[in-house]
């Protein structure tokens, strides 16, 4: 940390780090972390409901005091996390919803073809990845279920690309005929040797070393927060992941050869608008950081754009930080990526021959 970050901790009691309370603290930075104790079986499992409770629900002060401010941007019960984990159950429940639907009221219902089932398949896996992102989020809160729980963020986010990677291969090549098996398994490799190597670092890197606070000079405005980092496997993670989503590229030529136009046309509009729209939200989240970076205490209620409910009423306590912008503009891609797919797969006599 620098002498910068410190010298800025200086409006909220509990954002001064030598003067915080042990990290086992329940409110380290006030409405972030809530750290799960030890002990015995029975109590574990207490404060794991405790935990899920404070972040998805009702997260009360320990005293107005205590981050209480007027600035804050959270109300009285809020939590950093909670928006992030409701936009990503909203992702859940509508993709459930609607490959409920699918079989039943789209013609997609009475297709019989690998690409169809391989497009089933890789909607169920956006429902997974959807709630391991939200088991995430609300783990993100403790320094140690957090890191695990990560793990399974970033393998739920590889399973969807290669679900939807296998899915195109298999549109390219008119259900997988005469597709050679590289085709398939390569992006399936990455995925293992992503989620092997991150693993194992997990287990040898002590955890409190990956863990990095956040806006320490924005504690009274309920945005300071601690998360995990990848160190020096952070350009690694990124470089990884952006090749994995740009796999449909190598198999799009191919689908303008094997089947209709309209529907080739189709897949390229959908994957090219929703990568597009993917690093759109990127860019917001990790470079522009807004609005988390332009929020201050003097103007906290006043940058355009921010979204936020402090009231102590169901369904407030939230803010949408750059995250949760991300989370929401993520779904509108996995939406548009899905739309392409979904028109090829309805409209294709070849692919459903
Ligand atoms: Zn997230």
């Not at 030598?18 to 799960?36: G, K, M, N, V």
């Not at 899915?167 to 040797?193: C, E, F, K, P, R």
């Not at 606070?213 to 927060?225: M, T, V």
Request: hydrophobic letters at 45%.
């Amino acid at each position: 940390m620098s002498n910068d970050e410190l010298d800025l901790c200086n409006d909220c009691e509990l954002c001064n780090v030598e003067d915080a309370p042990a990290p086992t603290s329940t409110f380290r930075f006030a409405q972030y972390d809530i750290e799960i104790s030890g002990g015995s079986v029975s109590k574990g499992l207490k404060s794991h409901a405790e935990l899920w409770w404070r972040v998805v629900c009702r997260n009360e002060l320990p005293s107005p005091a205590v981050g209480g401010t007027a600035d804050n941007l959270l109300g009285p019960t809020g939590h950093l996390e909670r928006m992030n984990v409701w936009s990503h159950m909203a992702g859940a429940g509508a993709y459930a919803a609607y490959l409920g639907l699918r079989e039943r009221v789209t013609p997609m219902g009475d297709i019989r073809s690998l690409s169809n089932t391989l497009a089933y398949v890789s909607g169920a896996s956006l429902v997974v990845t959807f709630v391991s992102s939200s088991v995430y989020h609300v783990y993100s809160a403790d320094a140690e279920w957090g890191a695990y729980t990560r793990l399974g963020d970033y393998a739920g986010i590889y399973l969807s690309i290669c679900t939807g990677t296998t899915t195109d291969v298999a549109i390219a090549s008119v259900n997988l005929t005469d597709a050679s098996w590289q085709a398939v398994a390569d992006v399936w490799i990455g995925m293992v040797v992503l989620v092997a190597f991150f693993t194992l670092k997990r287990f040898v890197v002590p955890i409190e070393t990956t863990r990095r606070p956040y806006f320490l000079n924005k504690c009274s405005l309920g945005l300071a927060r601690n998360t995990h980092v990848d160190l020096e496997h952070s350009a690694l993670r990124a470089a990884a992941g952006i090749a994995m989503a740009f796999s449909w590229a190598c198999a799009l030529p191919a689908a303008f050869d094997a089947i209709e136009l309209d529907c080739a046309w189709a897949i390229a509009a959908a994957r090219i608008v929703a990568t597009l729209t993917l690093i759109l939200g990127m860019f917001v989240d990790n470079v522009l950081l807004y609005p988390d970076r332009w929020i201050n205490n003097e103007d906290a209620k006043k940058p355009m754009c921010l979204c936020h409910n402090p009231h102590d009423v169901f369904c407030g306590g939230w803010v949408m930080t750059s995250h949760a912008l991300w989370h929401w503009v993520a779904l509108a891609s996995v939406v548009i990526y899905t739309a392409g797919t979904e028109y090829a797969i309805a409209t294709s006599e070849t692919l459903a021959m």
